[in-house]
């Protein structure tokens, strides 16, 4: 077993934040989810416990991933939790650094590459 964390997903595809909000609480962790980059920066003001990383998608409509990044660096309240892009199209792959992003997480997601990612950005909080 895991330590618990508690991890921000962000992604504007409800199955694909069920699954991994699934994936994540069977593992013990708590899982706060978002359905864009607007809608992830009001749950961010309003966490508690704060996350310890967030898992990315970068194409969503009103806020993108690019946009939340930009405003996650920008903030000295948010900046220093790490992140990792997850992304069907592996042309973004290149975007995930220069985001500032920690990892990169192609979609389908493979479990075990999420759950060491997890456990990877949360060992430094």
Sequence with gaps: ???????LVVDDE???REMLEDVLTSEGHTVITATD????LERL???APRPCMILLDLMMPRMDGWEFADRLRAD???RDIPFAVIAANPRFQADAPRLG???WLG???????????????????
């Design 14 to 16: 409800p199955a694909v």
């Design 76 to 78: 000295a309240q948010f």
């Design 107 to 125: 979609k389908p997601l493979q479990l075990d590459d999420l759950l060491d990612t997890v456990e990877e950005l949360c060992a430094g909080i």
């Design 101 to 103: 992003a920690r990892r």
């Design 1 to 7: 077993m895991h330590q618990p964390h508690t991890v």
């Design 45 to 47: 003001r309003g966490a």
């Design 37 to 40: 980059g607007m809608d992830a």
